[in-house]
């Protein structure tokens, strides 16, 4: 979030006085400054928030009515470079500009969505570059999509999305860690060159998808699953997506089912792993080759990956009956759950007095979800404890 901040030229005024870099604007904004003489003193860290569910945290862009765009793109350029000189094919990943807005904050009384006009126009400016570089597919990350947006928003998509489709690129819309529900429809109505959809999340409406696009789109399923390291069962998923394949053709594109970011990179490098446990796992680099067993077997038909499916099929069952998976003492107690375990022994009256006595607590007891910020005193205190200087 906070590359593309920087990407299109939104950056708080705060970061930017003085005669700082933009390296060092960037760690402002990320981090904060405060030591004495600095040009970007002092300068306090912009907000972080979760992303979505995950326990991954952004830097919330910030808007004012004041806003405005500049396009910077040479860090971007410079990556599709680098790829290029490794041999890959670049497909560039950018958050889109309604998801941008949508995750962002207004400093002032100001609707972020005003500024969508002017964002629109850096948009088309960052296409155009990315056309002229040479790249053939952009990636246009929209998971503001598997929220419950307001009418004006899901306007504001189709009116993006049209002003974006004079392009030479072309555009995989993506969708991420939830259903589109009702903008499902709205997404089938953009002008864009393919969907992706959360597969693992969004099961349930991914053959709805592949029904409703047009059938020159693209339908891109995350059919494994990013954000855990464990095995597929791709015995299974090929069974999910071989009628998609015969509705997609060549149109099926098969990805995780978000950025591989939340997962460790490789298990080939793990040595403390228990070898039972290590069976089970996949981490970025496992998922990737999960992906290219289930491509060949959608291609070429799955006995040209039998043996790899063979021994998937042994790794899923074997974590299925593991001992160290299922603990039969634990089976055993839920066997042995009969109703009168469902009902109370005592009324509501007595247990109120009994937890009263145990716990003491207040009448309305209050706890935080997660932690506080750390106040200016509490930081001083902890750095005396840890100096010695005060006792527990």
């Known amino acids: 979030m906070l590359d593309t901040s920087f990407l299109l030229g939104n950056v708080p005024a705060r970061a930017t006085t003085g005669s700082i870099s933009a390296f060092d604007a960037y760690f402002c904004v990320a981090r904060g400054h405060a030591s004495a003489g600095s040009d970007c003193c002092p300068v306090h860290a912009g907000e972080m928030t979760k992303w979505f569910d995950t326990n991954y945290h952004y830097i919330v862009p910030e808007f004012s009515s004041h806003t405005t765009f500049d396009l910077n793109a040479d860090g971007l350029l410079q990556q599709i470079n680098e790829v290029r000189a490794l041999g890959g094919k670049a497909k560039p990943v950018i958050l889109g500009p309604l998801s941008y807005l949508f995750l962002g904050k207004a400093t002032d009384d100001s609707d972020p969505l005003l500024l969508l006009d002017s964002l629109l126009v850096v948009y088309q400016k960052l296409l155009d570059q990315l056309s002229r570089a040479g790249v053939e597919w952009v990636q246009l990350d929209e998971p503001a999509l598997v929220t419950e947006l307001p009418a004006h928003w899901q306007t504001a998509y189709k009116y993006a999305y049209q002003y974006l489709a004079r392009?030479?690129?072309?555009?995989?819309?993506?969708?991420?860690?939830?259903?589109?529900?009702?903008?499902?429809?709205?997404?089938?109505?953009?002008?864009v060159d393919g969907v992706h959809i959360d597969g693992i999340r969004a099961k349930s409406e991914v053959t709805l998808l592949a029904q409703k696009l047009k059938r020159q789109q693209v339908l891109s399923v995350g059919i494994i699953d990013g954000r855990n390291v464990w095995k597929t069962d791709l015995n299974a998923a090929l069974t999910f997506l071989q009628p998609l394949a015969e509705i997609c053709g060549e149109n099926l594109w098969l990805a995780p089912s978000c950025s591989l970011l939340h997962v460790p990179v490789n298990l080939a490098i793990e040595t403390d792993i228990n070898s039972e446990v290590k069976d089970w796992l996949a981490f970025a680099v496992e998922k990737l080759q999960e992906l290219r067993i289930l491509a060949k077997a959608l291609t070429f038909?799955?006995?040209?990956?039998?043996?790899?499916?063979?021994?998937?099929?042994?790794?899923?069952?074997?974590?299925?009956?593991?001992?160290?998976?299922?603990?039969?003492?634990?089976?055993?107690?839920?066997?042995?759950?009969?109703?009168?375990?469902?009902?109370?022994s005592s009324s509501y009256h007595v247990r109120r007095d009994i937890q009263n006595q145990a716990l003491s607590l207040p009448l309305y007891p209050t706890t935080t979800i997660g932690s506080f910020p750390q106040t200016a005193d509490i930081c001083a205190t902890r750095q005396a404890y840890r100096q010695g200087n005060i006792s527990q």
């Open 301 to 344: 038909g799955p006995q040209s990956v039998e043996t790899q499916l063979a021994e998937n099929r042994k790794s899923i069952n074997s974590r299925k009956s593991a001992s160290i998976v299922h603990n039969p003492k634990v089976k055993r107690a839920q066997q042995a759950i009969t109703p009168q375990h469902r009902v109370r």
């Open 167 to 191: 392009r030479q690129v072309k555009v995989l819309l993506t969708t991420y860690f939830g259903e589109l529900q009702d903008n499902l429809e709205l997404v089938c109505q953009l002008p």
